[in-house]
């Protein structure tokens, strides 16, 4: 039998106070693909964008929309956000038992619904779904340390930086630029109450 993809086994849409999140589908591309060519955001983001159809290439792949959630806010699509699990490091004799046990989480939020607590309160549901619904123990981010916003955002819902990273991360710019990992075991966010 074929074991369900991590966020199949979650009962979307999920509603936070403000906002809707849901599995993507190839449908949201072009949606997406309007904020992320924004310079502000593309400056940041892992894959930059040129043209629609290259873009609709990746986001289709379905590697990518495994792990892709869409972010609504009254029905209007505002941003994106990964949840991806992975395993964690473990030794030869123990390494099943550390298949699929965290997470490493993403976000892009359409820079017209910055600053009004739209991304941190998408993450909190992300991050209580990793831990209640998939049962994860631990959650990982990284950004460029000059993503202050990216990081700023991480320190808000209560992830726990791990890592200062000198010059270990390429930027499309030619320059390699530090970079900052943060994360969150289950036990912290629980006992927390984040
Ligand atoms: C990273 C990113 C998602 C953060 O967005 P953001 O708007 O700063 O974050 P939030 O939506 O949580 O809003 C927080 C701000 O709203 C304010 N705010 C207003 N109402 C709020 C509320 N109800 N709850 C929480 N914050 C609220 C906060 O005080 C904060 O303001 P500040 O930045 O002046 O301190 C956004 O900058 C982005 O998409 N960047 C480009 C893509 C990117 O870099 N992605 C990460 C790549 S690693």
Redesign the pocket.
Known sequence: MVAAAPLDRIDWPVRTERLTLRTATPDDAEATWQ?RTLE??N????RGTSTLEEYRTAFDDPSSLAKTLIVERERQVI?DLMLAVEDGWGQAEVADQARGVQADL??????D???????????RALIRLCFEELRLRRVT????AD?E??W??ME?VGMRRESYNVADSLHRSGRWLDSVTYALLSTEWSSAGC
Request: net charge positive; proline share 3%.
């Open positions: 904020f502000s955001v400056l940041w983001i892992t941003g993403g976000w892009v939020l359409n820079p619904h910055a600053g009004r607590g739209y991304a941190s309160e998408g993450v981010a990284s950004c460029f993503n916003s990216s700023r955002l808000r």
